[in-house]
């Protein structure tokens, strides 16, 4: 039985990570999900979150953006709208996009798109507690 299991995120844009790691926590859709070696495959829709993996007996992080993770075969695919490792995040950056969204939150509602602010608040959020716990 394999002890460790391959990692990959993956953007539009570029691989974030390809490492070995001993376990995988995820943001899904329906809710967290974890998955060790040897797990039995599937398909999982991710919400914006926090996703963690333990290699080497360290806890790391990294911000996922919606998207979905493939588990099959001792491997876990992330394939992510975007996604940065939390050592990676601009804090400043964060923080400036949670106050845009907050802002556009408040205004009046008929002038804005409500859902998007939504999203790009979450997101904001979740980049901060990402990089927060790291």
Do not use: C, W
Not at 89 to 98: H, V
Request: charged content about 30%; glycine content about 6%.
């Amino acid at each position: 039985m394999e002890k460790s299991l391959q990692l990959e995120i993956v953007t539009p844009d570029k691989v974030v990570l390809s490492e070995q790691v001993d376990y995988v926590g995820a943001p899904g859709y329906e809710g967290e999900f974890g998955v060790l070696p040897n797990h039995i495959p599937f398909l999982s829709a991710l919400s914006i979150g926090s996703l963690y993996y333990k290699a080497g007996g360290k806890t790391r992080y990294a911000f996922v953006s919606g998207g979905f993770a493939e588990v099959s075969d001792n491997k876990v695919t992330i394939l992510a709208e975007s996604a940065e490792r939390a050592e990676d995040i601009d804090i400043e950056r964060a923080r400036k996009a949670q106050q845009r969204a907050e802002e556009r939150l408040k205004a009046e509602r008929e002038k804005i798109d409500a859902t998007r602010a939504e999203a790009a608040l979450k997101r904001a959020l979740a980049r901060l507690q990402v990089r927060n716990a790291a």
